[in-house]
Structure formats: structure tokens, C-alpha cells
């Protein structure tokens, strides 16, 4: 759930997700869209070797790993002109993860969480404008203030 969210306020607009089929994640992401704005759809994908290999006929993929070379090291050389796939895993990541990955992306070589790695990542894929978004068809919305909390209510 936490790294949909993340995806979704950092201004992704697509996430596919493996593993088990989770309808009632699908329906929570789905009401933070409704109540939240968009655009943000969440995608079911049972064989993730196909997609990732289908990805590479068109885009890049990104395996976000405590393992590969130092962000610092190697963003640069991620083509800018194609479409990027970040691949998370929240478990033991399939050695095949690596293999078909174009890059092994470490935001530092030491345990952390997927979430921090993806954030990361995706602020500097999208040069920190993904923070700035506007999204569309939203009823609720953050007032920010330095104090307290605020959320305006109205209807896209």
C-alpha cells in the first residue's frame, strides 16, 4: 500500500504489482484516487518476467536494490527520452530481477526500505516536480500551514 502511495504523491500515474491478487488493496488505492484526485490507476500483473521483459522493447527498467551501484554513480546514464519502470520488491527479489533489470540502482548499500529507495528515485527522475503536482478530480485537499492541519472539502 505505502509504496502505491508513495508512487501516486510523487507523481506517478501507473503502478503494476506481482505476487498474490489483492482486490481490496486495489479498492483503498482507488478511494484515495476518488477522494485525493489523480490521475492514478494500479494494475494487477501475475507474471512480472513477462512485464519486465515486454517494458524493454519500449522503456527502461530500474531494479531499486541495496545491491547495485550507488545512485549518485549511475543516474546519469538512464536515457531521459524513454519510459522508466522502477522495480521494488518487499521480499527476497527473485534473482531475474537483476538479470532483466537495465539498472541496479542502490540509493545506498545497507538495508532500507523500498519506499525511501522509490522516493528517491523518482524525485530525482522527475527533478522534484512530482512534490509540486496538482491532481485532478479530487474532493479533498491539504491547506498547508507551519501549524496544525487543514483540509479543504469540495467537489472537482
Request: net charge positive; hydrophobic share 40%.
Amino acid at each position: 500500500m505505502h509504496v502505491l502511495l508513495a508512487s501516486r504523491a510523487l507523481s506517478v500515474s501507473e503502478a503494476v504489482y506481482s505476487g498474490q491478487r489483492d482486490k481490496s488493496l486495489e479498492e483503498r488505492i482507488q478511494g484515495v484516487v476518488d477522494r485525493w484526485g489523480g490521475p492514478f490507476e494500479v494494475k494487477y500483473e501475475r507474471d512480472w518476467r513477462r512485464m519486465m521483459q515486454n517494458w524493454k522493447e519500449r522503456g527502461v527498467v530500474c531494479h531499486l536494490t541495496m545491491y547495485g551501484i550507488n545512485i549518485n554513480e549511475c543516474f546519469g546514464e538512464i536515457p531521459k527520452e524513454k519510459p522508466v519502470l522502477a522495480v521494488v520488491g518487499s521480499q527476497k527479489v527473485h534473482k531475474d530481477a537483476f538479470q532483466l533489470a537495465d539498472y541496479n540502482i542502490a540509493i545506498g548499500n545497507q538495508p532500507h526500505s523500498e519506499i525511501a529507495a522509490l522516493a528517491i528515485f523518482l524525485d530525482r527522475l522527475f527533478g522534484g516536480k512530482g512534490l509540486k503536482t496538482e491532481f485532478e478530480k479530487g474532493r479533498m485537499r491539504v491547506a498547508p500551514r507551519e501549524r496544525g492541519k487543514k483540509v479543504t472539502f469540495g467537489i472537482p
